[in-house]
């Protein structure tokens, strides 16, 4: 079918503009080595994201996939692991077929992060990949590892030539969180990765921002109309982000210590959805101009005052998760009884500009809550007016925007509506909107999506180092006052987080959604 007469101005044949965004986009020639990649994210996440890469064939033909680690397999016993954890965490069908087509670039290099000998091993390994699998020296380093050893691993990149990207070939490197510990680490650890690889060439894990829902906010605020004129303090009220566990730390109290959910949640995935219900519209979907917009938000951000009244805290105890009774934090394994790190945490931040002012964000999450749940709720001021008899609108709560993140992936929209009857009653409903019903495909996993940007060279959903410290100015006041206010309060675990959290919102007069 030809272009119709009635074609938008511009309009341009998608079957013949390769830079048609609705295309699918293919890596071109390259190879991904992983560092850690026996350690739990590899073999849940990632692994199984190459694989469903290429079994959507957005891969190029002559992918390498390469295992760098401390065991000492061959490349077969590294397939055979990899195709196990491709099995069990792929999201498309799993077919023999594309795995032995994937299996063909897989190689698996020995080495220990203080050993100089396995780096060596992986600049030889990369460089005969070249003519192997015509891979044209294009590599991307992924350090799913400890972040204590993201600087070692750098520096051995850069020994090695590894990090060294020459006219015709890219190297790039890809960050898991927590990027820092706080903003002086934060600003030492981008000191340290500038040292040996280019800003641009730098591609910060934030997996929340590969979600098909967060990418939506920007879909839902700038494709329509009908919300951005009320996107603002004079018809928001505030805004309040959940992202609630309702599992505890089972095993892994012991590396969670000294983290805490601040830090683990709040610092990257929080602040990230924040800054983009908050930001301008940016000039266009290019990676500079959203960034741009982040920044311009975040640096009008602060955190409200004072401290002691404007954030919460707290760690579970035990109690009932649903049908079953679970352990509170203090009796986990490998849990240091000392430690005062929080498994709640909650705050508050106001928007310094024109559109915000007035507004507070509140940002809070937890392990062992009511429900696994992250959602941002825009919740909208009381109409100024209400021509009914007060009992009439006794159930009518204020009217609210909810970006269901995860899981029910969607968007509802509550506001009054007459309950059927002879009388009048107003109470509240919802207009729903589900990613399940409404397409037909199915959202990409976010490393998915992440992965094949990053072999793209796409760095839009990546938050840059200018970002990353701006969430952790507004964290550290936070936690250094934290640090010296005695231990959490206890929460009872199924429930929705200490009793300081609603009392922080009881101030102003608001409470918590019960999601
Ligand atoms: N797991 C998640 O869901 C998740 C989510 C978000 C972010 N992250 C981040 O992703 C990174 C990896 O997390 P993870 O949960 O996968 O950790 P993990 O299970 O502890 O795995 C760590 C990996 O690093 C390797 N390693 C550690 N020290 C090494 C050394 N000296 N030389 C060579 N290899 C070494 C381990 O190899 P061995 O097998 O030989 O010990 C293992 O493969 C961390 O930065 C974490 O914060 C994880």
Redesign the pocket.
Known sequence: MSPSTDAPAGWVNPLRDPRDRRLPRIAGSAGLVI???????????LIPAVYDLANRGLLPPGFALVG????RWTHAEFAAFARESAREGCRTPFRDDVWERLAEGLRFVT?????DAGFDALAAQLTALETERGTGGNYAFY?????D?FPTVCRHLERTGCARATDLSWRRVVI???FGHDLASARELNEVVAAVFPEDSVFR?D?YLGKETVQNILALRFANQLFEPVWNGNHVDHVQITMAEDIGLGGRAG?YDGIGAARDVIQNHLIQLMALVAMEEPTDFSASALRAEKIKVLESTSLALPIAETTARGQYAGGWQGSEQVVGLKEEEGYDPASTTETFAALTLEVHNRRWAGVPFYLRTGKRLGRRVTEIAVVFRRAPHLPFDATMTEELGKNALVIRVQPDEGVTLRFGSKVPGTAMEVRDVNMDFAYGEAFTESSPEAYERLILDVLLGEPSLFPVSREVELSWELLDPVLEQWAVSGPPEQYQSGTWGPRGADEMLARSGRTWRRP
């Open positions: 560092f850690g990649v026996t350690g739990d994210l590899s073999k849940k996440k760098f680690g401390r065991r080495g220990s992060f203080d050993d350090l799913s590892i400890p972040p050893d898991e969180k927590p894990i997996h590396y």
